[in-house]
């Protein structure tokens, strides 16, 4: 009995001491909640006591107002002008409010409206007082707007002002209500400084404005939107001057503001590789003045160094961009120029870069009924000095000119670079010209080379394979030096199977021109190899110029360009199927390195 007692005992106090730890638990959980509780209360308590000093001083503000006589109701350098400053700043409790005043003069209807049926000479009939009060110094505080009207005591008199309207709308031709309207006139003392907003209508109406010409500077804006102002001197002919008020006139002037945005600016070279650091200058076309003619956007910029701009700030418009890098000219661009920017939008503007090589002259053929690019017209200029050039717009190329770089390159890095040769040509000797290598004065009768790797930046469809010159050294007796190719292709640059124009290893591309075999289609990778042969070991064949052309996502559409044109005039001529073919002439000038042609085809 004595023994169980105790085994009891000993178990109550383990009961107690499980007790004792949740009894603590639940009292911390608990003085935790009051204490959250208690602060939220006293996070209310004083949010309610900011507003009721907010309202205490707007009240206080207000008394003054309702003692001044009715023709000092205003604010300093407002209309209408008075005695009340514009921005006050303010103690109480310890905190310092901000109280912004706006008085506007306001045309009641009971007598007509200023510019109206029937129209009120004197349309200033009485004034709306406005009060926004912040707090600078306090958490969360939501300004507070109060209004009262004050009105005249005796009957008005006729007016000598005029009223200033000003309707602020979007690119659409919708109102813009809550639009921040600045209007400053410093022809008068105090002058005249007034900030303000648009009603629902997108209208701000400034009644009873002094008389004064072209002197009161308006500026229009609205977070995240553009902005619009008047001009004055130093502008000339400004488009918008700015406004003139006339006694007993209305002037209304309207603003077109929207949302801005954002242009992604890429620089890409034909194969997709991006180009770095390429300088622009992008004009927008809306005029400040006219004439002379200043545009309201124009600005230069360049692309980092991975060939991306990004400008978050653009204005609703239709602009050009003009290279101005010392190495790069433009061949082209998507979209075609002047491309339209939509207010809001998020668009895409790629620049395809090539070195520069002036002059220069890209041709842009497009739909005269769409006004879309048209890709596969044969473009041809002759420039009377150089043999006529035949691009076809829409393709990009691989071009290699020269070889005495020397080989071992497996990348195309260096342009006048290649992979290797078995020994029996000579691309060295003569810088732009392979041959067969001069073994003691005679020639092997046969070599070949094999280039290196080109990358059309994405997978791409080939057209034609071109090579100079096409006419190679002949013996009417010993026989034909002649010059083959073949073509490998792939989206890895591990091997390479070479084939013709049928698409097998078993052929050649033996006349310039032709058409690449569409088993090539869809690779991204191009190797060529080149073999010389001679009937006569007096008789060498040469090459000096390879061109392939294909299309890619790097390739602008409708467009070609033109280098190292001879100054003076071209003739020019495009063609495209379907279509109406175009001849005319250009200016070739090495003052101009730079130009655009634009060619409309008719179907």
Not at 378 to 396: C, F, K, L, N, Q
């Amino acid at each position: 009995m004595k023994s169980f007692l105790s085994f009891n005992q000993r178990q109550d106090q383990g009961l107690s001491l499980i007790e004792t730890v949740i009894g603590a638990a639940l009292f911390a959980f608990i003085s935790m909640m009051l204490a959250t509780t208690y602060q939220r209360v006293f996070v209310v308590a004083r949010a309610a006591q900011e507003r009721v000093d907010a309202i205490a001083l707007a009240n206080a503000q207000f008394e003054i107002v309702r003692n001044l006589s009715y023709a000092n109701v205003g604010t300093v350098g407002g209309i209408p002008n008075g005695v009340l400053p514009q921005v006050r700043t303010l103690m109480s409790g310890g905190k310092t409010f901000v109280a912004t005043t706006t008085v506007r003069n306001i045309d009641l209807p009971f007598d007509g409206t200023a510019g109206g049926v029937p129209d009120d000479l004197s349309p200033a009939d009485n004034k709306l007082v406005e009060m926004e009060v912040t707090c600078t110094s306090c958490k969360n505080f939501r300004p507070l707007i109060f209004t009262t009207s004050v009105g005249p005591r005796d009957l008005e008199n006729v007016s000598t002002n005029g009223s200033l309207f000003v309707r602020v709308l979007d690119a659409s031709g919708a109102p813009v209500p809550g639009a921040t309207v600045k209007v400053v006139n410093n022809s008068f003392v105090p002058a005249i400084s007034i900030i303000d907003v648009t009603n629902a209508s997108g209208m701000l109406q400034i009644i009873d404005a002094p008389p004064d010409v072209k002197s009161y500077e308006i500026t229009v804006s609205k977070s995240g939107y553009s902005s619009e102002q008047t001009y004055g001197p130093p502008v000339i002919n400004p488009v918008k001057p700015h406004a003139t008020v006339i006694a007993q006139t209305v002037t209304q002037l309207t603003f077109a503001i929207d949302r801005i945005a954002t242009l992604n600016i890429s620089s890409v070279s034909p194969s997709c590789v991006p180009i770095t650091n390429a300088q622009f200058e992008l004009t927008g076309s809306k005029q400040v003045s006219s004439p002379p003619g200043k545009p309201k956007h124009d600005k230069f910029f360049s692309t980092d160094a991975s060939g991306l701009n990004v400008l978050n700030d653009i204005e609703w418009d239709s602009y050009v961009l003009t290279a101005t890098s010392a190495a790069y000219e433009m061949a082209g661009v998507t979209p075609l120029f002047p491309f339209a920017v939509v207010a809001g939008s998020v668009q895409d503007i790629q620049l395809v870069m090539v070195p520069k090589d002036t002059p220069s002259v890209v041709v842009t053929v497009i739909d005269s009924g769409t006004g879309l690019p048209i890709t596969g017209a044969t473009v041809t200029i002759d420039d009377g000095v150089h043999p006529a050039m035949v691009e076809t717009t829409g393709r990009g190329y691989i071009r290699q000119t020269d070889w005495s770089g020397g080989g071992a390159q497996e990348a195309d890095v260096d342009q006048t670079q290649y992979w290797a040769h078995d020994g029996n040509v000579d691309p060295l000797t003569t810088p732009g010209e392979v041959r067969l290598k001069d073994i003691l004065g005679s020639y092997p009768l046969n070599g070949y080379l094999e280039s290196s790797t080109f990358d059309t930046g994405a997978p791409a469809n080939f057209f034609q394979f071109t090579f100079q010159p096409t006419v190679q050294p002949t013996d009417p007796i010993v026989g034909d030096s002649k010059a083959e190719f073949q073509i490998a292709t792939g989206n890895a640059t591990s091997s390479w199977t070479y084939l013709g124009p049928d698409g097998t290893p078993d052929t050649f591309y033996t006349s310039t021109t032709t058409d690449i075999a569409a088993a090539n289609d869809g690779k991204r990778y191009l190797r060529y190899k080149m073999f010389l042969g001679t009937a006569s070991t007096t008789l060498t064949p040469s090459i000096s110029d390879i061109q392939f052309t294909f299309t890619s996502s790097c390739v602008p559409p409708g467009q070609v360009i033109f280098h190292g044109l001879a100054n003076g005039v071209a003739a020019l001529s495009v063609a495209a199927l379907g279509y109406t073919a175009d001849s005319s002439t250009v200016v070739v000038d090495s003052a101009t390195p730079w130009q655009e042609v634009v060619v409309t085809l008719s179907p």
